[in-house]
């Protein structure tokens, strides 16, 4: 009996010894599909702690980028908005360049209920680098119209319109007259 014990106890930790091998085997870029993979099913709370090990593992700025980005968009999800902001933050600190994380910013402040302006300031830089996001411009007016801009504002939701973003065009009736 008590060999059966040892033997047990042993199998175990070698099990344990695997299992935590395999942990620190995986790479940042590993952890970071996987997190991807997690999000696509909406399982945001795995996909989270999935891009933390990324994050974790520090990876060169690429993989570390998406891997905030990522992680802000499932605490996004989960309601978690003040996580996102700090997420998007690191992620706008470590590449600059992708519009959808200036988007994602500035959705994230308007529901943290910042000062439109500092939406805008988001939905400019989004639409700086990327001048036909549509959704940029529809987000971009409807922070104006809240600003007490409502000719520029009419302008970025007709834009909107204008690039195929069927959802402004009721706005621009109610807000604007004809679209």
Same mark, same amino acid.
């Not at 974790?56 to 989960?78: E, M, N, W």
């Not at 706008?92 to 360049?97: M, T, V």
């Not at 943290?112 to 939406?119: C, K, N, V």
């Not at 400019?124 to 104006?144: D, H, S, T, V, W």
């Given at each position: 009996?008590k060999?059966?014990?040892?033997? %047990? ?6 099990f344990?010894?695997?299992? %935590?091998v395999?942990l *620190?085997?995986?790479?940042?870029? #590993?952890?970071?599909?996987m $997190?991807?993979? /997690?999000?696509?099913?909406a ?9 933390s090990?990324?994050? +974790?593992?520090q990876?060169?700025?690429d993989?570390?980028? +998406?891997?905030?980005? !990522? &992680?802000?968009?499932? /605490? ?6 003040? !996580?996102?902001?700090? @997420?998007?933050d &690191?992620?706008?600190?470590?590449? $600059?360049? @992708? ?6 910013r500035?959705?994230? /402040?308007? /529901?943290? &209920?910042y000062p $439109? ?5 988001? *939905?400019?830089? $989004? ?5 036909n *996001?549509?959704?940029?411009?529809f987000n +971009? ?13 009419? %302008? @970025?939701?007709?834009k909107?319109?204008?690039? !195929?973003?069927? #959802? ?8 604007? !007259?004809?679209?």
């Amino acid at each position: 009996m008590k060999y059966k014990t040892k033997l %047990t106890i042993l199998i175990s930790s070698i099990f344990f010894f695997v299992q %935590t091998v395999n942990l *620190y085997c995986q790479t940042a870029e #590993e952890f970071a599909m996987m $997190a991807s993979e /997690k999000m696509e099913e909406a399982d945001y709370e795995e996909a989270i702690e999935d891009f933390s090990n990324a994050i +974790r593992l520090q990876p060169d700025y690429d993989i570390l980028y +998406r891997a905030y980005f !990522g &992680r802000a968009f499932c /605490k996004f999800q989960l309601g978690d908005y003040e !996580g996102a902001k700090n @997420d998007l933050d &690191r992620s706008i600190r470590e590449f $600059a360049n @992708d519009p959808e994380v200036f988007f994602w910013r500035a959705y994230t /402040k308007y /529901k943290l &209920r910042y000062p $439109a302006s500092s939406e805008i300031a988001d *939905y400019n830089r $989004a639409i700086l680098l990327n001048p036909n *996001y549509a959704e940029a411009y529809f987000n +971009r007016g409807q922070a104006k119209i809240k600003n007490r801009q409502l000719r520029a504002a009419c %302008t @970025d939701l007709r834009k909107a319109y204008e690039l !195929g973003y069927e #959802e402004a065009k009721p706005h621009i009736r109610i807000h604007c !007259g004809k679209p």
